[in-house]
């Protein structure tokens, strides 16, 4: 099993920027499809951004689409650049191997504890 350590997260005013890593300790995951989730106390985890094992294909939620950036480099650590943050994206971020990079995809591995990214107004 991958275990799972997010980092990168803090407090940060409304159109600042924080970057979010995700790595694993087991085993490489290299060769994984790799998703950034979130989530707000009282509501379900959503998909946020995933990318493809190779690094070349990205999908990001809509409501991200233009502000956050997901890469990964070739050690298998895996990137959330959130730009132009909002109150709204104030949440724990979560990192997760997926069986297909899509807001459908499903996680596959334990989640890890998250890294808090709060945004003030």
Same mark, same amino acid.
């Given at each position: 099993?991958? !275990?799972?350590? &997010?980092?990168?997260? /803090?407090?940060?005013?409304? =159109?600042?920027?924080?970057? #979010?890593?995700?790595?694993?300790? *087991?085993?490489?995951?290299?060769?994984?499809?790799?998703?950034?989730?979130?989530?707000?106390?009282? !509501?379900?985890? &959503?998909?946020?951004? /995933?990318?493809?094992?190779? =690094?070349?294909?990205?999908? #990001?939620?809509?409501?991200?689409? *233009?502000?956050?950036?997901?890469?990964?480099?070739?050690?298998?650590?895996?990137?959330?650049?959130?730009?132009?943050? &909002?109150?709204?994206?104030?949440?724990?971020?979560?990192?997760?191997?997926?069986?297909?990079?899509?807001?459908?995809?499903?996680?596959?591995?334990?989640?890890?504890?998250?890294?808090?990214?709060?945004?003030?107004?």
């Amino acid at each position: 099993q991958l !275990k799972l350590v &997010e980092s990168g997260g /803090g407090l940060v005013q409304a =159109g600042g920027s924080l970057r #979010l890593s995700c790595a694993a300790s *087991g085993r490489t995951f290299t060769a994984r499809n790799m998703a950034w989730f979130r989530q707000v106390p009282g !509501k379900a985890r &959503e998909f946020v951004a /995933g990318i493809t094992w190779s =690094g070349n294909v990205t999908v #990001l939620a809509n409501f991200v689409k *233009g502000r956050f950036i997901i890469k990964r480099d070739n050690v298998g650590v895996v990137y959330l650049h959130l730009n132009s943050l &909002e109150p709204e994206d104030t949440a724990v971020y979560y990192c997760n191997a997926v069986n297909r990079v899509s807001s459908r995809g499903t996680a596959l591995e334990p989640w890890g504890p998250g890294t808090q990214v709060t945004v003030s107004s």
